[in-house]
């Protein structure tokens, strides 16, 4: 689902026109839909509603953007964070640290500290050697640490091999095989509370069965553990994918990627997991970051220049990989849709590439898309996860400005950056 519509020949964000915001803030810029999230997180909720005890914690890591976190306060959500910034920046947004768990492989002394006097709701802990640095921090605060294990339960969920998480291959979580004697460790410590069990199978997963395979393999060792232990909660984690392909023309009711020929919806994902998780008798924990924020957002370019080679016909324009790198990291696939909708019907296939001096650098490669000149602008579709938040200033090129839409208003929630921000605390010795 999104609001992202033609209405009478021009692209529109809710009630905002793009090309409005486009001559406003400049090009390129991402903008958000507020209405697309809300729905999206309301839908996940309703779908998951027969679970009574659960917790969506947004995983912030796709869209960090203050008023995007407030936004999700304000709907109850909780967050899944993986730095001591993203919980400063859940409590700049006005939420709370006691909704927050925190995951990542290489969690520091300090952000652990931070973590624990602010009264988070969980440590997902990553290994046996993050298990003992927690204790000594707790131990050393005079506190106790809430934790859970992140177990990895080795399933296969078809995704790009860099967003995979949930094979023995990956860094992520501790083995099934080794879960229990990790927990008795635990149990042991003196400044560790045991509160859960996290799981996390990969991100941009289309389909519902390799998330009801990893309950189905967890389920023997958490009803252990509860009995043992008292658990509190049991996480699912977050990946459920979006629809990339065709992304203004299908959304919802289809919600159909042609792409990769698969859709999933968030009722088909509840039907696959519900019965299951309530089994548990725990509160459920969701980390979805993707579905919530993905096709609220776009990116706005501007075409510079056309360009052939007696091979290919590119189109270069004013964003580049150093401000969405989805399509350079991960094969990434974007939908690009002209702010104004071409009278003609005719397509030309082109690369659409940006100003980065890299091959990498680009949005679009053999890609038929409308006939483009300079000055046209465009919007690079599902571009709110994974996007601003991947940024850098590569090429010394000033981060974005975001802005967020609501209904007739369209608020810059984050200035363009500035070449003086550039090299602020930069210096040149002596
Ligand atoms: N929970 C954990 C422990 C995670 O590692 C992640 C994502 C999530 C939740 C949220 O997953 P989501 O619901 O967004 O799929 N930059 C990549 C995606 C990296 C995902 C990393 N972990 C991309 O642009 O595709």
């Known amino acids: 689902m999104h609001s992202f519509r033609y209405v009478d020949g ?35 909720d309703a779908a998951l509603a027969p679970l009574s005890d659960r917790m969506i914690c947004y995983a912030m890591k796709a869209n960090s953007n203050l008023s995007v976190l407030n936004l999700l306060v304000k709907e109850g959500a909780g967050f899944d964070i993986v730095s001591g910034g993203e919980l400063y920046r859940v409590l700049r947004a006005g939420g709370r640290a006691d909704r927050c768990t925190f995951a990542g492989v290489g969690k520091t002394a300090e952000e652990i500290d931070y973590a624990l006097r602010q009264g988070i709701y969980s440590f997902n802990v990553e290994s046996e050697e993050e298990l003992e640095r927690i204790n000594e921090v707790a131990g050393r605060a005079g506190l106790v640490a809430p934790i859970a294990i992140r177990v990895n339960p080795d399933v296969d969920a078809p995704t790009h091999k860099y967003i995979s998480t949930g094979k023995s291959k990956n860094k992520f979580g501790i083995g099934l095989d080794r879960a229990a004697s990790v927990y008795a460790r635990a149990a042991s410590l003196p400044h560790l509370r045991i509160k859960g069990l996290q799981t996390h199978i990969g991100s941009q997963i289309l389909k519902a069965p390799p998330f009801a395979e990893a309950i189905t393999k967890l389920t023997p060792l958490v009803l252990e553990l509860k009995s ?40 088909a994902y509840a039907a696959e997991v519900v019965e299951p998780l309530k089994v548990l008798g725990l509160r459920i924990l969701f980390e979805p970051g993707r579905f919530i924020v993905g096709n609220a957002g776009v990116l706005l370019s501007t075409v510079l220049y056309r360009k052939s080679t007696p091979t290919k016909n590119f189109v270069v324009v004013d964003a580049g990989m150093n401000d969405l790198i989805r399509p350079a990291l991960y094969e990434g696939h974007h939908e690009i849709e002209p702010l104004v909708q071409p009278t003609s019907a005719t397509l030309e296939k082109v690369d659409v590439v940006g100003p980065v001096c890299e091959s990498g650098d680009f949005f679009a490669q053999d890609r038929e898309v409308p006939v483009l000149s300079p000055g046209d602008r465009i919007a690079l579709m599902s571009a709110g996860a994974y996007g601003f938040v991947m940024s850098s200033t590569y090429n010394a090129r000033p981060l974005l400005p975001e802005v967020l839409v609501e209904g007739d208003k369209a608020t810059v929630v984050r200035e363009r950056q500035t070449w003086d921000d550039l090299i602020r605390g930069e210096k040149i010795p002596d």
């Open 10 to 44: 021009s692209l529109k964000c809710e009630g905002v026109d793009l090309t409005s915001v486009a001559e406003s803030v400049g090009t390129p810029a991402y903008v958000y839909s507020a209405e697309t999230i809300r729905g999206n997180y309301r839908r996940l």
């Open 228 to 267: 043992a232990y008292g658990l509190e909660f049991f996480s699912i984690g977050g990946g459920v994918g979006i629809v990339y392909h065709d992304s203004l023309e299908s959304g919802d009711p289809a919600w159909w990627d042609s792409g990769s020929g698969e859709r999933l919806t968030p009722e």
